[in-house]
């Protein structure tokens, strides 16, 4: 998955794609924000915690700006 998403913030960066993410790459995003979020209300050290919450804040502004609330239900 990171290699994926590294693949496509690279090809974005040189304007290779929209700035809209496709379906599959937000799912995986979701997905990747879902499992932050699971690992933060098992509890942890205050290390982890805070380091998955900066994770689950980095995968959620790419979410945000691949714009991909526009899938909606398709998302589930």
């Not at 690279?10 to 924000?33: D, P, Q, R």
Request: hydrophobic share 35%; proline share 0%.
């Amino acid at each position: 998955m990171k290699w994926t998403l590294a693949v496509f913030l690279l090809a974005s960066s040189m304007g290779v794609y929209s700035a809209e993410g496709s379906l599959k790459t937000c799912k995986n995003l979701k997905n990747t924000i879902e499992k932050y979020d699971v690992l933060r209300r098992k509890g942890g050290s205050a290390g982890e915690m805070e380091s998955w919450k900066k994770k689950r804040a980095y995968y959620k502004k790419i979410y945000s700006q691949l714009s991909c609330d526009r899938w909606g239900s398709k998302l589930r």
